[in-house]
T-cell receptor, first 116, second 115 residues
Framework: AQKVTQAQTEISVVEKEDVTLDCVYE???????LFWYKQPPSGELVFLIR??????QNEISGRYSWNFQKSTSSFNFTITASQVVDSAVYFC?????????????FGSGTQLTVLP | NAGVTQTPKFRVLKTGQSMTLLCAQD?????MYWYRQDPGMGLRLIHY???????AKGEVPDGYNVSRLKKQNFLLGLESAAPSQTSVYFC??????????????FGPGTRLTVT
């Protein structure tokens, strides 16, 4: 199976620090989609971003930014000036589709704790 | 517009009992999915459906059955529950086509404990 690896199991930072969450994926496909989801302590899964494999533009949304590099198969997520409300588990995921079939793989998640 | 809803929110079963989890979505999405989430393992896909009357296996389908009799509903069944099926179950849906077709919308989850 082609994996999605989030090597950082837990990260702890102090409020206002910047933090980067790493995501590395394996794929033999040229077309795929990458995602980041946030799971706060309340348990729901919140969609953050989608990136297509043919679009390597980095993206910034407020304090969040994403760095997609096909050459290293990485899709890293940076939170600038972290806040306590950013404390959550963050999941990276990849979807490959072939016709109507879909192969979805999630990373094991990174628990981010932002201390006041 | 409720999005994706799941019933029930919590359930405790004894080994060997059966139950059905219900997922409903009101976004007219073609794709629906069932995942399980276990500590340290992220989400793993159990089954998914491309549309009414269709289902397909995901990464961990054993011990589960699914049905999609109506487009808006996707049922997950456990015929004979085992302690290894203790988990949090998430349902999700996504559109078939369009710019956001791969974005999944998740339900709130069902916490199942099998004793």
């Amino acid at each position: 199976a082609q994996k999605v690896t989030q090597a950082q199991t837990e990260i702890s930072v102090v409020e206002k620090e910047d933090v980067t969450l790493d995501c590395v994926y394996e794929t033999r496909d040229t077309t795929y989609y990458l995602f980041w989801y946030k799971q706060p302590p309340s348990g729901e899964l919140v969609f953050l971003i989608r990136r297509n494999s043919f679009d390597e533009q980095n993206e910034i949304s407020g304090r969040y930014s994403w760095n997609f590099q096909k050459s290293t198969s990485s899709f890293n997520f940076t939170i600038t000036a972290s806040q306590v409300v950013d404390s959550a588990v963050y999941f990276c995921a990849r979807i490959i589709s072939s016709g109507s079939a879909r192969q979805l793989t999630f990373g094991s998640g990174t628990q981010l704790t932002v201390l006041p | 517009n409720a999005g994706v809803t799941q019933t029930p929110k919590f359930r405790v079963l004894k080994t060997g009992q059966s139950m059905t989890l219900l997922c409903a979505q009101d976004m007219n999405h073609e794709y629906m999915y069932w995942y399980r989430q276990d500590p340290g393992m992220g989400l793993r896909l159990i089954h998914y459906s491309v549309g009414e009357g269709t289902t397909a296996k995901g990464e961990v389908p054993d011990g589960y059955n699914v049905s999609r009799l109506k487009k808006q509903n996707f049922l997950l069944g456990l015929e004979s529950a085992a302690p290894s099926q203790t988990s949090v179950y998430f349902c999700a849906s996504s559109a078939l086509a369009g710019p956001s077709s791969y974005e999944q919308y998740f339900g709130p989850g069902t916490r199942l404990t099998v004793t």
